[in-house]
């Protein structure tokens, strides 16, 4: 059973999730996550904890599964709040920043800057961003809104799912987690092996190997 933890939540901040949703999400990352594994469900706007500390975490291997509004918006260091945030975490994970021309603002998305989800320019993810595929982007106002993404960094993953856009409830964004971070093994189908006569020996081919067995 892996071990998660909730962080602690700031008493500012919009778009939460539901207590009930994320006692959800705990019970099934718990259930279906490697035992090895650390990680924090952050339902949240911001912690309490420093960007680095989180980097940190995420670097030696944790998994930081943000689920809310603006990512990381409020900082111990900035408790009233600063839109350049994200853009910092991404330096420290030493990952891109997917709307970089846009940092300070790329969480308020359209329409009119309400809505809390991902938003860039095009309909492209820089690498090694990665988005589910159950929830594709979706074009709002002329721009591009992503609403459950994910990226490593050092040994461990940072995941976002927007409470606008993307996974809404715990089974969806759990569903998510655990195809990224343990990807289902793909069954091996491997060929019968047959007999046959060669000069003598009996043959047995398959699975690319080939086994001579003298005839008695």
Not at 57 to 85: D, E, H, K, R, V
Not at 127 to 155: C, E, H, L, Q, R
Not at 183 to 200: D, E, I, K, N, Q
């Amino acid at each position: 059973m892996a071990v998660v933890s909730v962080a602690r939540g700031v008493t500012v901040g919009i778009h939460s999730v539901a207590p009930a949703q994320v006692t959800a999400l705990v019970a099934l990352l718990q259930a279906q996550l490697p035992a090895f594994l650390s990680v924090t469900v952050d339902p949240s706007e911001g912690e309490g904890r420093t960007l680095a500390t989180i980097a940190q975490y995420i670097q030696a291997g944790g998994l930081w599964i943000s689920w809310g509004g603006y990512p990381f918006y409020y900082t111990p260091s900035q408790p009233g709040g600063n839109g350049g945030n994200f853009a910092r975490f991404c330096q420290l994970l030493g990952v891109p920043d997917p709307n970089a021309d846009n940092a300070g603002g790329e969480f308020f998305a359209p329409p009119n800057g309400t809505a809390r989800a991902l938003w860039t320019p095009t309909a492209t993810l820089p690498s090694p961003w990665v988005a589910d595929a159950a929830y594709p982007p979706k074009t709002v106002d002329g721009v591009t809104v992503w609403g459950n993404i994910a990226v490593p960094s050092g040994t461990g993953w940072w995941f976002y799912a927007s409470t606008d856009y993307g996974a809404t409830t715990a089974a969806d964004y759990g569903r998510f987690i655990v195809q990224t971070v343990s990807p289902a093994v793909p069954t091996v189908v491997r060929r019968p092996l047959w007999p046959w006569v060669v000069g003598g020996l009996v043959v047995v081919g398959g699975a690319g190997a080939l086994l001579l067995v003298r005839r008695r």
